[in-house]
């Protein structure tokens, strides 16, 4: 009894309580599957409240509007380099990408920040990685100072303060946080509190968790406070140096919001560096400091400048977009206006930040969804159907005009209309997988291979092939991976032997029952001379029919294959090709003129 209490226990607390109660429950459930294994769905995310709050929105919609099992959030390091999470994301292990990790790391980046002029093409040309575009936001680092600070100074005595050369004083800077203000920030907040003496600094050139300049060694200097130096790179401490502002910097790791928040209950002033998007500026409370325009390349370091604008790229694995569909198309369609991520920003509570888990986030992102119906719903895909997909092969010779506008059209026609049936396959769809056979062989066996090695799909047949050179290898393969075949065109009797082709099937007869009636036929009319006129394709029929012909003892005087090349369905070129295919028929039928044989 205590054993069962125990097991009901357990289950009870493994169950995910859910955000969105009064939706309807996804069944069946999808999953996404890579070379036979059942894998995670990976959302990438960083120190950033932004991206913890946007990646929980997401895994809720993937996990309770899609239906899929397995979706994990994941820290990852430099978060704020891009070419790092792009190797990450795509598997790349080398610069050219011929390299990769397979599966990679992570699968799914929706807050990346990419500088004006960045190439993500060498990432995505290499067929490791998707683009999804822009989340719809900006992001962009920057100093800043509170507002009251500013306006305070400013009524005083005309003062500015929102600019660096403010910072090149001692008027402004002395009136703002110093070290010798608060020995409290060195003796704690810059100390890893996992890791004993150890500062979130621990550059040689730091100094107890401090960045100083020279300068600041026998002067007062104003502090600047930040949160872990991986954000800016080292962007910081050049910035002080080449513009020689008089600022020390302190890292403060998660300490910094409220910290920063405690000074403004008390009208303290505090230089601090941040970002937008972010909570802690998504107010009004604060001013960004005007730094020099920069003049060098976008991409490079703003060593002696300000900081660029960045664009939030969402970047996914590729096998993303073709082993777990609708999860692409949803993050391709999720999108926010600035001013409606920092609304969702303010949401969060400042004083406790510090405090915030990953259940808390959980927590915010499901109050978000339940109050913004009208922002996430049109992002959730218009076919996001929670059938099982079946896929069927579809081989057809796209080269053929006939093919391409009529018989393949009618192949789609047919599964929509099995699809739309509620009555038949009702947890299932059915999906049209389209090969160009080109009715050559060797194109055949490469489609075949594709399909039934493809472990990210569950295959149910083949419809084709249409030409009988390419269907009968075909056919001695689908025995041995037990696969149905099924082709709508092949007529050659040989496929007939159940013995050696027992998965192949077809709609279309083969042309050996015709051959008794093509006997009487000729006897009624007493013909005894034979022409045989026929597509390039029919080689096996001719060969068939002059056989049977010559063995009950009629003369075949004339044979002709008719060969048509369509001009890629161009109008002006196919028209030329009509032209030519009329003159070749007239010569023929000189030809068989001249053999004295006659037309009925």
């Excluded at 929102?162 to 810059?190: M, P, R």
């Excluded at 030809?591 to 009925?600: F, M, P, T, V």
């Amino acid at each position: 009894m205590a054993l069962y209490l125990w097991l009901l226990v357990s289950m009870v607390t493994l169950v995910t309580p859910k955000c969105l109660k009064h939706d309807s429950e996804i069944y069946p459930k999808r999953n996404f599957y890579y070379n036979s294994a059942d894998l995670p769905i990976i959302l990438e995310t960083s120190d950033r409240v932004s991206h913890q709050l946007a990646n929980n929105i997401l895994k809720i919609l993937l996990e309770e509007k899609l239906g899929y099992t397995k979706v994990d959030i994941r820290q990852a390091d430099q978060s704020m380099n891009a070419t790092a999470i792009l190797n990450r994301i795509s598997g790349c292990m080398d610069k050219s990408c011929t390299v990769k990790k397979t599966p990679p790391e992570t699968t799914v980046n929706i807050e990346t920040w990419m500088q004006a002029g960045f190439n993500m093409e060498p990432w995505v040309n290499s067929g490791a990685l998707e683009d999804c575009g822009p989340l719809g936001p900006y992001g962009r680092f920057g100093w800043y100072v509170p507002k009251f600070f500013v306006e305070k100074l400013w009524k005083r005595n005309s003062t500015i303060v929102d600019h660096w050369k403010a910072l090149k004083g001692h008027f402004v800077t002395s009136q703002l946080l110093s070290q010798n203000e608060d020995q409290n920030i060195g003796n704690n907040y810059t100390l890893r509190s996992q890791i004993p003496r150890s500062h979130y600094c621990q550059d040689s050139d730091c100094d107890e968790g401090f960045y100083r300049p020279l300068w600041c060694w026998y002067n007062s200097c104003a502090l600047l406070l930040a949160s872990y130096p991986e954000l800016d790179m080292g962007v910081l401490k050049e910035q002080v140096s080449n513009l020689e502002l008089n600022t020390e910097i302190a890292w403060i790791g998660p300490n910094l919001p409220e910290y920063v928040h405690q000074r403004m209950n008390a009208s303290k002033p505090t230089l601090f560096f941040n970002w937008k998007p972010n909570f802690l500026t998504a107010n009004d409370m604060f001013v960004r400091v005007k730094f020099p325009i920069c003049r060098h390349d976008p991409v490079d370091v703003p060593t002696n400048c300000d900081f660029e604008i960045n664009q939030l790229s969402k970047v996914v694995w590729s096998e993303l977009k073709t082993n777990a569909p609708e999860a692409f198309e949803l993050i391709s369609n999720m999108a926010f206006t600035h001013q409606e991520y920092e609304k969702m920003l303010q949401h969060i509570d400042e004083t406790n930040y510090h405090r915030l888990e990953h259940k808390s986030m959980e927590e915010f992102a499901c109050k978000w969804l339940k109050e913004n119906r009208g922002i996430w719903l049109p992002w959730i895909p218009a076919n996001s159907s929670n059938k099982t997909k079946i896929y069927i092969g579809g081989m057809f010779p796209m080269a053929d005009s006939f093919y391409d506008e009529a018989v393949i059209p009618g192949a789609q026609m047919a599964v929509d209309l099995v699809n739309r049936n509620s009555t038949v396959l009702a947890d299932y769809d059915i999906v049209l997988s389209i090969w160009n056979t080109k009715c050559a062989p060797d194109i055949v066996i490469k489609g075949f291979v594709n399909y039934v090695t493809n472990t990210s799909i569950k295959l149910a047949g083949i419809l084709g092939p249409l030409c009988a050179d390419a269907a009968e290898p075909m056919a001695s393969l689908a025995t041995h991976y037990e696969t149905i075949i099924i082709s709508y065109g092949v007529d050659d009797p040989h496929l007939s032997n159940r013995q050696k082709y027992k998965n192949f099937y077809r709609t279309y007869p083969p042309h050996n029952p015709y051959s008794e009636v093509y006997m009487k036929i000729f006897a009624a009319f007493g013909w005894k001379r034979v022409v045989l006129l026929s597509s390039e394709k029919r080689v096996k029929l001719h060969t068939y029919l002059k056989d049977m012909f010559e063995n009950n003892k009629l003369s075949v005087v004339y044979q002709q294959k008719l060969v048509y090349q369509p001009q890629n369905n161009v109008r002006e070129g196919a028209e030329k090709e009509r032209k030519e295919l009329r003159k070749r028929i007239a010569q023929y039928l000189q030809e068989i003129k001249a053999q004295k044989g006659k037309l009925s």
